[in-house]
């Protein structure tokens, strides 16, 4: 497949620096774990991939950005619901967030789906093409396993080779995470609650 010819890995320093900015500016808050007996609400970890892990939604920098702000649009639009951690790469994403209302939740990213394979077709001249496979749920069963898949989410872009530190890939909340809790404590959190093998049975790098 093209994953490793996604345009990131094409991009000199400048112009990387270039979307990192543009991304700063437009980023949102990283939000604080609130307590964990809210009544009627839930931690859920999201994802879903391109059909086959075929890079669609990383064809271009503008298409990466478009997706993240639609995509974090459609999970923000509950007031109740808080989103922890996302992260959107070439192929595939990953939320983590709160919510009390997941079906409702997973009913607005299909239609997001719909919408987005929609147009990219039309764009790409691929009527019928299958984009995506359906979002799904993982509740959290303890604050550890919040934490473990927090690191993870965040460690992805660096899991599937794209940058070698959090903080330089655009299309993710790490910056605004490490910005909020410090460097140490990040770090503090990383070693208490390793990756480990999180992932490796479904989340598998671009062929």
Not at 52 to 71: A, K, W
Request: hydrophobic share 30%; proline share 4%.
């Amino acid at each position: 497949m093209a994953g490793r010819g996604y345009i990131w890995r094409r991009l000199t320093e400048e112009q990387r620096e270039e979307v990192l900015a543009e991304r700063r500016e437009r980023g949102r808050p990283w939000h604080s774990p609130p307590h964990w007996d809210v009544e009627g609400r839930a931690r859920f970890h999201i994802t879903a991939a391109c059909y086959e892990h075929s890079p669609i939604i990383g064809v271009t920098g503008e298409r990466m950005s478009q997706f993240s702000d639609d995509l974090l649009g459609e999970c923000g639009q509950d007031s109740e619901t808080h989103i922890y951690a996302w992260c959107v790469l070439p192929n595939h994403y990953h939320v983590l967030l709160q919510t009390g209302d997941i079906s409702g939740l997973l009913t607005r990213i299909g239609r997001l789906h719909g919408r987005t394979s929609y147009g990219w077709n039309l764009e790409e001249e691929a009527k019928g093409r299958k984009v995506f496979y359906r979002a799904v749920e993982t509740r959290m069963k303890s604050e550890g396993h919040f934490w473990a898949t927090l690191n993870y989410v965040h460690h992805n872009p660096v899991r599937h080779g794209y940058v070698e530190r959090w903080q330089e890939w655009p299309w993710s909340s790490a910056a605004a995470y490490l910005e909020r809790v410090g460097r140490g404590e990040a770090e503090r959190i990383w070693r208490d609650y390793p990756v480990g093998d999180y992932g490796e049975e479904w989340d598998r790098p671009e062929m």
